[in-house]
T-cell receptor, first 112, second 113 residues
Framework: DTEVTQTPKHLVMGMTNKKSLKCEQHMGHRAMYWYKQKAKKPPELMFVYSYEKLSINESVPSRFSPECPNSSLLNLHLHALQPEDSALYLC???????????FGQGTRLTVV | GENVEQHPSTLSVQEGDSAVIKCTYSDSASNYFPWYKQELGKRPQLIIDIRSNVGEKKDQRIAVTLNKTAKHFSLHITETQPEDSAVYFCAASSYNQGGKLIFGQGTELSVKP
């Protein structure tokens, strides 16, 4: 398996909902990332996990809560989001945190 | 922190022509420079990358050059085809930044048949 898989592909949630985004890879990569991408803009880094430990948090609001249950899985828990949080959320992984990063297909999130 | 500037923001070429996209970076500690291609509604795909210990790298119709002194790197696509049409992002990172990629603003390439 040479892919990063994200679920769901699309998500519509209300501002009071709680939802989770999931990311999975079976390439033995030990670094995993969450990026946020708005239309016609580059991806913006949110979090980095290296060897299942949170190594970078780019001052992301607490309504976004990452979790790395094991070396293959990465979750992003969402709570009380705002409409401006609507975006494409991309997961990526790399062998180590300074190696080539490969992206999942993303979750298109709409907050209503 | 690192800042990456990318030019041009849009580029239109005729099929068969070459396309060049340029990026400059600010942090002299940056040592890894990947290029991603993103088609509409799809994920960014790594197409080529270069590390600071080499000046040029080629893969078929795609090449990347790096000038460490001037802190700029470029993507060259030869014999462009309509399927090369996409948004291209350059990025930079350094080994001590924990995998943090800083992206350029992107170049929308359109290859006209």
């Amino acid at each position: 398996d040479t892919e990063v898989t994200q679920t769901p592909k699309h998500l519509v949630m209300g501002m009071t909902n709680k939802k989770s985004l999931k990311c999975e890879q079976h390439m033995g990569h030990r670094a995993m990332y969450w990026y946020k991408q708005k239309a016609k803009k580059p991806p913006e880094l949110m979090f980095v996990y290296s060897y299942e430990k949170l190594s970078i948090n780019e001052s992301v609001p607490s309504r976004f809560s990452p979790e790395c249950p094991n070396s293959s899985l990465l979750n992003l828990h969402l709570h009380a989001l705002q409409p401006e949080d609507s975006a494409l959320y991309l997961c990526a992984s790399s062998l180590r945190d300074s190696d080539e990063a490969f992206f999942g297909q993303g979750t298109r999130l709409t907050v209503v | 922190g690192e800042n990456v500037e990318q030019h041009p923001s849009t580029l239109s070429v005729q099929e068969g022509d070459s396309a060049v996209i340029k990026c400059t970076y600010s942090d002299s500690a940056s040592n890894y420079f990947p290029w991603y291609k993103q088609e509409l509604g799809k994920r960014p795909q790594l197409i080529i990358d270069i590390r600071s210990n080499v000046g040029e790298k080629k893969d078929q119709r795609i090449a990347v050059t790096l000038n460490k002194t001037a802190k700029h790197f470029s993507l060259h696509i030869t014999e462009t085809q309509p399927e090369d049409s996409a948004v291209y992002f350059c990025a930079a990172s350094s080994y001590n930044q924990g995998g943090k990629l800083i992206f350029g603003q992107g170049t929308e390439l359109s290859v006209k048949p």
